[in-house]
């Protein structure tokens, strides 16, 4: 069982996920911002790694991948951050690296694993790896390397799909609160069914909502539905906001956690 699966055996409720992009605001500062995130009680970190085309991804998401690429973020830049920071921090905070396919086939599939596994990772998110060829292609790669692989589903996934994804999962189902990109804001009386539904359907992984989770509030409502929450976007748009790292880090996650 590697770090995600012992936070999920201790913790069943309320676990904040924080992603953020490598090598933003600038190339440096990873290791501080995971640093920070842990010391401020972040149960669970995404590291996101800076596309030149993430589909998927709203405006604020965006730019800082472009500013990170700016600042000559690569895969293995952050690497090499993640080897060092494993090797003078030790933590049982699980971390996940969050990307796209074409940079991770260029980079070669498997020995990204294996230096994921060697950097301390716990798992990755690929969102536009299609199911089919990762149960062909890439299933037996992961699962060499002790790394869990985490699907999206959406309020468009059918539950024949939800349910394939659950059987090849081993971390946790990532659910999109709605059919938008990172950042936008969500509806949980709107789509109170599409939760409701992933809940009745008792899923052997843990399910953490994320797009347009951005306060409190909206944190406290996601929770209602699912094991946690994932806060991305604002989180970003917070490390703007004061030349102080750390303290950025610690007053957002103040503003979640603290009542």
């Known amino acids: ?33 995971i640093t920070s995130l842990i010391q401020n009680g972040a149960d669970l970190i995404e590291i996101g790694m800076p596309y030149s085309d993430p589909l998927a ?12 690429l700016e600042n ?39 020995q990204f694993c294996k230096q994921a596994h060697d950097c301390g990772i716990s798992g990755i998110i690929l969102p536009d790896l299609p199911v089919q060829e990762y149960e062909k292609e890439f299933k037996e790669i992961i699962e060499k390397y002790a790394l869990n692989f985490i699907f999206l589903v959406t309020p468009q996934t059918s539950e024949s799909r939800i349910r394939k994804i659950d059987s090849l999962s081993n971390g946790f189902i990532y659910a999109v609160s709605s059919s938008s990109v990172t950042g936008s804001n969500v509806d949980f009386i709107q ?26 509030k909206s944190f ?22 004061e030349k102080d790292l750390d303290n950025s880090v610690k007053d957002f996650l103040n503003s979640i956690l603290q009542s």
């Open 1 to 33: 069982m590697n770090q995600l699966g012992q936070l999920f055996a201790k913790k069943s409720k309320n676990i904040l996920s924080i992603y953020f992009t490598a090598g933003y605001p600038e190339l440096e500062d990873t290791t501080k911002i």
């Open 57 to 68: 991804d709203g405006a604020v998401i965006q730019e800082s991948g472009t500013k990170a």
């Open 72 to 110: 000559g973020m690569t895969i293995e830049k952050l690497f090499d951050q993640l080897k060092n920071f494993k090797n003078d921090y030790q933590s049982n905070c699980p971390l996940i690296l969050m990307g796209y396919l074409n940079p991770v086939l260029q980079y070669g599939f498997e």
């Open 191 to 216: 789509q109170e069914k599409y939760f409701q539904k992933l809940q009745a359907m008792d899923l052997k992984n843990k399910v953490l909502i994320g797009f347009g989770i951005r306060d409190r």
């Open 220 to 241: 406290e409502e996601a929770c209602r539905y699912s094991a946690g929450a994932i806060i991305g976007s604002a989180f970003i748009k917070s490390l703007d906001q």
